[in-house]
Every structure is written in structure tokens, then in C-alpha cells.
């Protein structure tokens, strides 16, 4: 009897309570909880995982910026913002567009910019996917970003096609992603059998994606990227990452 009752105590109780929150604040709308998980996951990889290489990155951004000798407001299009955690990286003053399936990430993107208080823009929210950008125009931004979104897109030479098509001539796509390990290496081995279960847990997700091939083989001229170690540590298949730009 005793024993009952500390189960109930410790683990029924709490866990109905936890599950009766969650349902109240998301009811059983798979996007909006997604969108609720991805603010809280990308808050810790954006903070702990990988800031020296974001700010190598988004330094390049302000380069670029820079070295525009126009009065015209610098514009971003920045691909599956999430939760838009990299605003506070961006160059101020300029026009953000933002881009992702899930609609439930606006209010999270809009929330994200009034805390990076840098005057930056957000000039639209689409909902859409970056293999087919038909709501964007071409030759339209001066900058396109992309964190830790190119191991979800299912189309990526077509999405990296669209990315350039939209970038103004001379513009650059900034991205910084996790990738496959090194071939042979015994986390590359190990990234290839979790990646067999993978897509029933995420799907359309790849932890062993090598990336910068899709990057090398497109119409992008110039394409630059550093490997380099995340500090993930439980999420530790997603070590490998890199960052880099490509220019149109
Ligand atoms: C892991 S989150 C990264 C969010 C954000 N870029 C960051 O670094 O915090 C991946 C995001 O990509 C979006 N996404 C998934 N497939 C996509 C696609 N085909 N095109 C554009 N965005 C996509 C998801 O909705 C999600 O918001």
C-alpha cells in the first residue's frame, strides 16, 4: 500500500498535472507545441553550443553590410527562423524578412526582435518552405541566413537554388549548420545508424548530411566554409558543425 502511494505521489500525480499544463497551453496542435520546443532547444544551442563561430559568422555579415556603398536599407532574408535567435547578431538598421513552415514561430520571431532592440525591421513573416519561394522575388536581398536549418530541408539543391535565385548579384548566403562527421571516423559510423531511426523521431531531419557538397555543387561562386566542434554535449552526433558564406 505504502508503495502505491509513493508512486502516485511521485510520479502519476506530477506527470498527469504536467500533461494536463501542456495540453491546456498548446491543446493538441503538433506546430504550435513544435514551435513552443524549438524556442526553448534553440535558446541553449544558440547560448552555449557554438557562440565564438556565430560571432565569426555574423562579423562577415557586418563586413558585408559594410562594404555596400549604397544608401538603400541593408536587407535580410533569413531561412526557417525558428524562434529568430540571431537578430541579435544582425547589423542594425536594416529590413528583416523571415521565412519558415511552422506560423506558430511568428509571435515567438516577434518576441525575439523587440528583445535584440536593434532597429531592425521585420518587414514580413512568410510561412513557406525554401525549396520553392514563390511569395519572394528574385535578385530581392542583399543577405540570405540559415542556421541549423539546412539538415530539415528536404529539397536542398532546389532550396540553395532558390536562395541564390532571391539574393541580389553579389549578394551572399550566410549559414551555419551541423554536419556529417568525417567518413570513416567512428562518429560518422555512429551518425549512420542512428540516421536509419532518425526521421521516425524527426522527420525529414539528417544528422549526417554533408552539406557543403550540396553547397559546392551549386551555381554559387565562392563558396567558403570552416568546419569546426560544437559544444554539444548530450546531442552529441551533432557535433561536427560548420559555418561559412557563398556569394551569387
Ligand atoms: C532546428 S530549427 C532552427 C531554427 C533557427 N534557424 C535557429 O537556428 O534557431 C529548424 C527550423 O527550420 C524550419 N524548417 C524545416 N523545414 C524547412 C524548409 N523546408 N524550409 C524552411 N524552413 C524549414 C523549421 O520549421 C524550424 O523552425
Redesign the pocket.
Not at 491546456?24 to 506546430?31: D, S, T, Y
Given at each position: 500500500m505504502e508503495e502505491i502511494k509513493y508512486y502516485l505521489l511521485c510520479y502519476v500525480i506530477p506527470i498527469v498535472i504536467a500533461c494536463f499544463i501542456f495540453i491546456r497551453m498548446f491543446g493538441l496542435n503538433k506546430a504550435k507545441c513544435k514551435a513552443f520546443i524549438?524556442s526553448l532547444v534553440?535558446r541553449y544551442?544558440?547560448g552555449k553550443v557554438c557562440d565564438k563561430e556565430k560571432a565569426l559568422l555574423f562579423e562577415q555579415l557586418k563586413d558585408h553590410k559594410n562594404s555596400l556603398k549604397t544608401n538603400s536599407k541593408f536587407t535580410i532574408l533569413e531561412?526557417?527562423?525558428?524562434?529568430g535567435?540571431?537578430f541579435k547578431f544582425f547589423p542594425s538598421e536594416c529590413d528583416v524578412t523571415c521565412?519558415?513552415?511552422?506560423p506558430y514561430?511568428e509571435k515567438y520571431v516577434i518576441d525575439s526582435l523587440r528583445k535584440a532592440n536593434n532597429n531592425i525591421r521585420l518587414v514580413k513573416f512568410i510561412e513557406g518552405?525554401?525549396?520553392n519561394m514563390l511569395d519572394v522575388p528574385s535578385d530581392s536581398f542583399d543577405a540570405v541566413v540559415?542556421?541549423?536549418?539546412m539538415c530539415?530541408?528536404?529539397g536542398l539543391n532546389d532550396?540553395i537554388e532558390e536562395i541564390r535565385r532571391v539574393l541580389k548579384p553579389g549578394g551572399k548566403f550566410f549559414f551555419l549548420e551541423h554536419v556529417a562527421a568525417h567518413k570513416g571516423s567512428h562518429l560518422r559510423s555512429l551518425q549512420d545508424k542512428f540516421q536509419r531511426i532518425w526521421p521516425y523521431i524527426a522527420k525529414?531531419t539528417h544528422i549526417n548530411r554533408e552539406t557543403w557538397k550540396f553547397l559546392d555543387n551549386s551555381s554559387f561562386k565562392d563558396v567558403q566554409y570552416h568546419l569546426f566542434t560544437a559544444k554539444f554535449f548530450l546531442a552529441f552526433l551533432a557535433k561536427p558543425c560548420m559555418y561559412g558564406s557563398a556569394t551569387k
Amino acid at each position: 500500500m505504502e508503495e502505491i502511494k509513493y508512486y502516485l505521489l511521485c510520479y502519476v500525480i506530477p506527470i498527469v498535472i504536467a500533461c494536463f499544463i501542456f495540453i491546456r497551453m498548446f491543446g493538441l496542435n503538433k506546430a504550435k507545441c513544435k514551435a513552443f520546443i524549438c524556442s526553448l532547444v534553440c535558446r541553449y544551442i544558440h547560448g552555449k553550443v557554438c557562440d565564438k563561430e556565430k560571432a565569426l559568422l555574423f562579423e562577415q555579415l557586418k563586413d558585408h553590410k559594410n562594404s555596400l556603398k549604397t544608401n538603400s536599407k541593408f536587407t535580410i532574408l533569413e531561412i526557417g527562423v525558428g524562434s529568430g535567435m540571431n537578430f541579435k547578431f544582425f547589423p542594425s538598421e536594416c529590413d528583416v524578412t523571415c521565412l519558415d513552415p511552422n506560423p506558430y514561430n511568428e509571435k515567438y520571431v516577434i518576441d525575439s526582435l523587440r528583445k535584440a532592440n536593434n532597429n531592425i525591421r521585420l518587414v514580413k513573416f512568410i510561412e513557406g518552405y525554401a525549396e520553392n519561394m514563390l511569395d519572394v522575388p528574385s535578385d530581392s536581398f542583399d543577405a540570405v541566413v540559415c542556421t541549423f536549418t539546412m539538415c530539415s530541408i528536404k529539397g536542398l539543391n532546389d532550396a540553395i537554388e532558390e536562395i541564390r535565385r532571391v539574393l541580389k548579384p553579389g549578394g551572399k548566403f550566410f549559414f551555419l549548420e551541423h554536419v556529417a562527421a568525417h567518413k570513416g571516423s567512428h562518429l560518422r559510423s555512429l551518425q549512420d545508424k542512428f540516421q536509419r531511426i532518425w526521421p521516425y523521431i524527426a522527420k525529414d531531419t539528417h544528422i549526417n548530411r554533408e552539406t557543403w557538397k550540396f553547397l559546392d555543387n551549386s551555381s554559387f561562386k565562392d563558396v567558403q566554409y570552416h568546419l569546426f566542434t560544437a559544444k554539444f554535449f548530450l546531442a552529441f552526433l551533432a557535433k561536427p558543425c560548420m559555418y561559412g558564406s557563398a556569394t551569387k
